[in-house]
């Protein structure tokens, strides 16, 4: 059974850092794709950052580029996503999710490209 567990949320202060990690178990040998979504309330999730397996190959939302870094743990099934710089827009509640090598080609910043997913980890940012 897969699962996700994300940790590393907090309350910080504007232009204050996290990082947010990702631990996940059950991938039969490692995920193919990565990503960080986040949800405020009301709102739709919505794609933050994503990770090929290799590693090497990311994509970013326009509103989180040059501030957040998503990278892995190349031995460990592990994700962290390195947030610089935060803003109070950035507050919110932030899931890991990902997708298995059964599934062919997808949209690494699209909620619907991923079947598992973490409980979230809350990110406060106030002034």
């Known amino acids: 059974q897969v699962q996700l567990v994300e940790s590393g949320g907090g309350s910080v202060r504007t232009g204050d850092s996290l990082r947010l990690t990702c631990t996940t178990s059950?991938?039969?040998?490692?995920?193919?794709?990565m990503a960080w979504f986040r949800q405020t309330a009301g709102e739709r999730r919505e794609g933050v950052a994503a990770?090929?397996?290799?590693?090497?190959?990311?994509h970013y939302a326009d509103f989180v580029k040059g501030r957040f870094t998503i990278s892995r743990d190349g031995d460990k099934n592990t994700a962290f996503l390195q947030m610089n710089d935060l803003q109070s827009e950035d507050s919110g509640l932030y899931f890991c999710?990902?997708?298995?090598?059964?599934?062919?080609?997808?949209?690494?910043?699209?909620?619907?490209?991923?079947?598992?997913w973490g409980r979230g980890t809350p990110v406060t940012v106030s002034s």
């Open positions: 990770l090929f397996a290799s590693g090497k190959l990311t």
């Open positions: 059950g991938f039969n040998k490692s995920w193919k794709y």
């Open positions: 999710a990902a997708v298995s090598w059964k599934v062919g080609q997808i949209e690494p910043l699209d909620e619907n490209s991923y079947p598992n």
